[in-house]
């Protein structure tokens, strides 16, 4: 698949999936006039790229786990570096949760307060 073909797959900007590629995070082999050609797994890749860099994990990050996951090579430094970023996010999950729930009740009171009748003046 064509550089074209996978950004209209994955909804991935060409700009953004050249960047992948020369990052190393995506591997294209080239065609005899040196267009990139994607293998058919490119699009799942560059999902879980995507997904990767959405939970805020740095570039380096995402090279590193990649690599692991491609190689299936491990160390203790890769493992502590997912469990770190994995509590990271946990944190920010629950930082999100007490958002919404703030955010809740005070959608609640808005709510109340359009629904009640105007308060009047004294006479």
Do not use: F
């Not at 430094?77 to 809740?104: F, P, S, T, W, Y």
């Amino acid at each position: 698949m064509r550089i074209g073909e996978l950004s209209r797959a994955t909804g991935v900007s060409v700009r953004s999936l050249r960047y992948y590629d020369e990052q190393g995070l995506l591997e294209a082999d080239r065609s005899p006039t040196g267009q990139r050609v994607y293998g058919g797994d490119a699009p799942e890749r560059v999902r879980l790229i995507q997904c990767l860099y959405s939970a805020g994990l740095p570039s380096r990050t995402v090279a590193l786990l990649l690599r692991c996951e491609s190689t299936r090579h491990v160390s203790a430094d890769m493992i502590d570096e997912v469990r770190g970023q994995r509590l990271r996010i946990e944190q920010r999950r629950a930082q999100l949760a007490e958002a919404h729930a703030k955010l809740d009740l005070l959608l609640e009171t808005m709510v109340s307060s359009a629904a009640a009748p105007p308060a009047t003046s004294g006479p």
